[in-house]
């Protein structure tokens, strides 16, 4: 069957019932998008299918053939989509393996909610990341849709009150 | 109910003939627990070099001709900051061009072909920057001295009337300058100056280390770049799935592989040790899909019959039983208690957790006829050296691992090596081919080495003005070094399940004096393996401790704060890092309505902490947690705003576990196999967390793991607040209350 990933025409000869993530990552051989839990519950392997934001350790590879497939190395050519750019001005990826679903979540979000709310936020972002970069990545969102301005968010993270002794 | 050891999942043992050196200095204390030595050994041929380049000014600097600055480190990176850190406090005495540094990860051969010249790998119990800070800033320091002195040869000049700023090299009287890529090559060649005669900047004189730079790492985490071990593809590779006894302690009887023979891309099954089967195939997910239809009988073992509740009554047992089991005994608290004015009294439980790092447990091996090499998300790359060794019989001298960057750590992966041990087993069966064993997430959480399971009785004594004058602890429950490291349990104390209530300051000392104080433990093992989980025992010792002070409060009707306070004068840095809190929080300052407050402060790995937490409870149980506050003193700060990251992810970490998680036990095994039935804390559950950092600047603490034991006693006495009920058993979920 062929696969349409980030513009690329791959012919696979792949199990039907094989779920996307694994033909991507296996035999497409992109491992940006990631295996957290196999169940559709982690997020880790989030991309976008026809723009629309999809698990894809749950879809079975045939669901997906001749269709428009986009994964985290298909976002931009050069780490320039906005919310790319918010991720790395505010450093937000701690050990980074769930970033790249974190990072399709958010694009998704704001390509339909360009200015999301803490509650937009709250309902759209249900990835999960064991590091705790809760904070960060609401901080991402909203740096990456004009909400707050980047060097206030940053200033914060870096004034450590500290009083010294 | 047995302590149970079975050699397949027992901390990595080597032991070596020749003249050895013990590794893993982590087993003291609260890191990871390890029991194995390594030989030094001249350098065998046809293994990985020694990494000695001819442009290594000394090991831990590399300076390019375009003035590029290398910094080594061999501690492992798990997104805490480390590799950043340490190359801070290297740059910082280098005086080279922050912009211009990169990081190289020597391997565990090349660190024990140069007798450990980079120091310990082991990167647990939040040592990564406290425990290299010295040596590492030295190796800067030695660096710089040697790039002048090449400078001051060139140009014929005393040293002393060279100055460097960035990487250029000034001659102060004719203003002169060069790159340090141009004179590299000659400082690679002088004598360094003796290390330990150096006099280190102060913390106050600091440009690079002290700041938020960025981190180092970040660029390929942001565009599906980055390569973790479990991304690793290499010619021939051949991948991996297992299936491990669901019961601990059981075997494998029989598996019948002609069933799956035939199935695509199946190229064997492998038993791997007595209670482990696997499947290799030329992707994982047909490895995967293969050894589901695998038939596999199992021997369940002597431990099919156990259940959280038997679990449970054993440790309530603990909780009653005679028998010498006391650890600091001050004046006579039983007496204390009996004869006071008033008693308070409570029983706190907590659960079996999960550690969950988001990449599950994998490595990739290649064992050849006489070499062997690994690819390991290692926290302990020596560990993982020493195992792949000893399960592939390829001489030491032989093997090689190269540290991956772990997608998450979190103590899970230290220690034990099991993966490795594992992966090696199968791949002895495909001589020279890759074998990358990757673990299913229901295998990653059925077969951890769990945060241990354990129950407090707390009683205590207050006389007729409501001071505290009797403290009596008992925890019941597994211990860590009974699983992984018997020989740490000194004279029959098991000390590190009593984490936080020391009587020794530097570690995880207890910030209360209190003038009959008794604290004791009673070891009650179960067959389920336990394991460091960040911040280890400080979790549930900071809950019992914390919540239980506050109890006492209540009963003294006194503030919580000020209870506090007023036992707290001989603990001056446990005092400060409160009022810090309780300043920036707030404290005492009134909340909207339906808002309450809660406070609490512990000590561990080395660091000071204290948080406050404002909650609000609807009448059915949902709690929201809208802010919290910490202080933290980790006596310096190499990086501001990356020490707030850790404490920011260790609220995520410890409002799910609190709230959350739960590991139980039915018929033997673990019943939760997945996040739907073992749910982690989402985006939607964090409240805004704010810090305060107050370095006292007279030791180095831990960054990592100590605020974790702060979050959830802050919360629970805000509920308590909220409420009028202390919630005593974990997690809260399966106590009506719910985190929104």
């Known amino acids: 069957m062929e696969l349409n990933v980030n513009g690329v025409a791959y012919s696979v000869d792949v199990e039907p019932d094989m779920p996307l993530l694994w033909a991507i990552r296996e035999v497409v051989g992109l491992t940006g998008t990631k295996y957290g839990c196999g169940v559709a519950q982690c997020g880790a392997c989030s991309l976008q299918l026809n723009g629309e934001l999809v698990r894809s350790c749950s879809i079975p590879v045939s669901a997906a053939a001749g269709q428009k497939i986009t994964t985290i190395e298909g976002i931009s050519k050069d780490t320039s989509h906005a919310v790319q750019k918010a991720w790395l001005a505010l450093d937000i990826p701690q050990c980074g393996y769930c970033q790249s679903g974190q990072i399709m979540a958010a694009v998704a979000l704001l390509k339909r909610v360009p200015k999301p709310s803490d509650a937009d936020i709250d309902a759209a972002m249900s990835n999960i990341c064991r590091c705790g970069t809760y904070q960060r990545i609401r901080d991402g969102i909203h740096v990456a849709a004009g909400q707050k301005k980047l060097d206030d968010v940053l200033k914060a993270y870096a004034n450590s009150n500290a009083t010294g002794v | ?145 040697m790039l002048l002195q090449a400078a001051g040869d060139l140009w014929k000049v005393p040293v002393a009337e060279l100055s460097v700023n960035k990487g250029v ?47 180092l790492d970040t660029a390929d985490k942001v565009n599906g770049k980055k390569v973790f071990a479990i991304d690793l593809k290499l010619p021939n590779m051949l991948c991996a799935a297992i299936k491990q006894c669901p019961v601990f302690g059981g075997k494998v009887v029989s598996y019948d592989e002609s069933k799956i023979k035939s199935m695509r891309g199946v190229k064997g099954v492998v038993k791997v040790n007595d209670a482990t089967v696997a499947v290799v195939a030329d992707t994982w997910w047909r490895a995967k899909n293969a050894l589901e239809n695998l038939p596999i009988d199992w021997d369940l073992g002597p431990n099919a019959k156990v259940s959280s509740s038997t679990i449970s009554s054993a440790l309530s047992e603990g909780l009653e039983a005679q028998g010498d089991f006391w650890q600091r005994k001050n004046g006579d608290a039983p007496a204390a208690i009996t004869s006071a004015a008033k008693k308070v009294e409570a029983i706190y439980t907590s659960t079996f957790v999960a550690h969950c790092t988001m990449e599950p447990m994998n490595c990739v091996v290649k064992v050849g006829a006489d070499s062997a090499f690994a690819w390991v998300p290692t926290q302990n790359a020596e560990a993982s050296l020493a195992a792949l060794s000893e399960a592939s019989g390829v001489p030491l001298g032989k093997c090689d691992v190269q540290t991956m960057d772990l997608g998450g750590g979190l103590g899970r992966r230290g220690g034990t090596q099991d993966f490795v041990h594992q992966a090696v087993a199968i791949a002895k069966n495909f ?310």
């Open chain 2, 1 to 145: 109910m047995t302590n149970s050891l079975k050699s397949t999942r027992k901390a990595t043992s080597f032991v070596a003939s020749r003249r050895k050196f013990v590794l893993g200095t982590a087993a003291v204390g609260s890191g990871l627990a390890l029991g194995f030595t390594l030989p030094t050994y001249a350098w065998a041929e046809g293994a990985t070099p020694p990494l000695k380049t001819p442009d290594e000014v000394d090991v831990w600097v590399v300076v390019k001709p375009d003035d590029t600055c290398v910094i080594r480190f061999v501690r492992s990176e798990m997104g805490q900051g480390t590799r950043t850190g340490l190359a801070q406090l290297v740059a910082e005495e280098l005086e080279c061009d922050w912009s211009k540094v990169t990081t190289q990860a020597p391997t565990a051969g090349q660190n024990i072909a140069r007798n450990r010249v980079w120091g310990s790998m082991a990167t647990g119990g939040s040592r990564g920057v406290r425990e290299s800070q010295d040596y590492v800033r030295r190796g800067g320091a030695v660096a710089r001295m």
């Open chain 2, 169 to 215: 090299i000034t001659h102060t009287k004719t203003n002169k300058k060069i790159s340090y890529g141009k004179v590299a090559d000659a400082a690679a060649k002088l004598n360094p100056p003796d290390a330990k005669s150096i006099t280190l900047k102060k913390p106050q004189d600091w440009k690079i280390a002290g700041t938020s730079v960025h981190k």
């Open chain 2, 431 to 740: 001589p020279d081919t890759p074998i990358k064993l990757v673990w299913s997430r229901e295998e990653d959480m059925t077969h951890d080495y769990y945060r241990p399971i354990s129950k407090a009785k707390m009683s205590a004594g207050l006389d007729d003005k409501g001071n505290l004058v009797a403290l009596s602890v008992r925890v019941s429950g597994q211990s860590i070094n009974a699983y992984l490291a018997p020989s740490a349990i000194k004279n029959n104390k098991d000390t590190r399940q009593l984490q936080g209530f020391y009587a020794e300051p530097g570690d995880a000392q207890l910030g209360y004096t209190v003038p009959n104080l008794l604290t004791e433990y009673v070891m009650r093992n179960t067959h389920v393996p336990v394991g460091p989980w960040r911040g280890v025992n400080t979790n549930q010792n900071g809950i019992y401790m914390e919540c239980f002070i506050e109890e006492c409060a209540k009963a003294a009707g006194r503030d919580s704060l000020e209870f506090r306070r007023a036992i707290m004068s001989q603990h001056p840095k446990h005092l400060a890092v409160l009022d810090a809190v309780a300043k920036k929080g707030d404290w005492g300052k009134p909340l909207p309505p339906g808002m309450h407050r809660g406070i609490a402060q512990f000590m561990g790995y080395g660091s000071y902490s204290a948080a406050t937490a404002e909650v609000s409870v609807s009448a059915s149980g949902e709690v929201k947690v809208h802010r919290m506050v910490f202080a933290l003193n980790s006596g310096h700060f190499v990086n501001p705003s990356q020490v707030k990251a850790q404490i920011e992810g260790s609220v995520a970490m410890a409002l799910s576990s609190v709230f959350n998680e739960d590991i139980t036990i039915e018929n033997g095994q673990v019943k939760e196999q997945n996040f739907t039935t073992y749910p982690l804390a989402r985006l939607k559950n964090i409240p805004k967390v704010e810090c305060v950092l107050v370095p006292s600047y007279d030791f180095w603490g831990g960054v990592g793991e100590p605020t974790i034991c702060v979050v959830g006693p802050a919360v629970i006495n805000a509920i308590f607040a909220a409420t009028g009920k202390l919630q005593r058993e974990l997690p809260l979920r399966k106590h009506g209350l719910t985190l929104i």
